[in-house]
């Protein structure tokens, strides 16, 4: 007997079915329940442990109270000019940031972008295409 298929045609779960009947693992519920009432004392038992040179132990407390800075950029204002092809476009993003006119950082989310406009447009084209031809097709019948 062939089980009952719980994704629609395009690969996603149906309605009422789900990708883990289970649900999550009795040990992660009881470990919640476990710390429901300790959580304050396992804090603290960390912070000690880390003041008393547990790296592990300082490494959590810091992660929790100190995430890491990420540094972000300020804002440029960087031409392109949008009537060349993309790839003269990615080499001026490139000549800028040899000439320090662009952080690096920068200069790759911009790469980044023309990639990704790149194959939107790449789409688009086959699309357009791909109309051309049913249309040539359905014409000739």
């Known amino acids: 007997m062939a089980k009952p298929d719980k994704r629609d045609t395009k690969g996603r779960f149906k309605p ?21 009432g300790d959580a304050e004392a396992v804090a603290a038992k960390v912070l000690e442990a880390a003041k008393n040179g ?3 132990a300082a490494e959590l407390v810091l992660a929790r109270c100190a995430p890491v800075h990420r540094p972000t950029q300020q804002p440029v204002t960087f031409e392109l000019d949008r009537d060349k092809p993309l790839a003269d476009q990615g080499r ?16 790759r989310s911009l790469l980044d972008a023309l990639a990704a406009l790149a194959k939107v447009t790449e789409i688009d084209e086959i699309q357009r295409r791909l109309s051309e031809l049913e249309n040539m097709t359905n014409g000739d019948t």
Do not use: C, K, T, W
């Not at 001026?92 to 920068?106: H, R, S």
């Open 54 to 56: 547990d790296l592990r």
């Open 16 to 36: 009422g079915q789900s990708g883990n009947p289970s649900g999550r693992p009795a040990r992660a519920a009881e470990l919640r329940r476990l710390m429901d």
């Open 92 to 107: 001026d993003v490139m000549a800028a940031i040899a000439a320090g006119d662009l952080a690096p950082d920068q200069g």
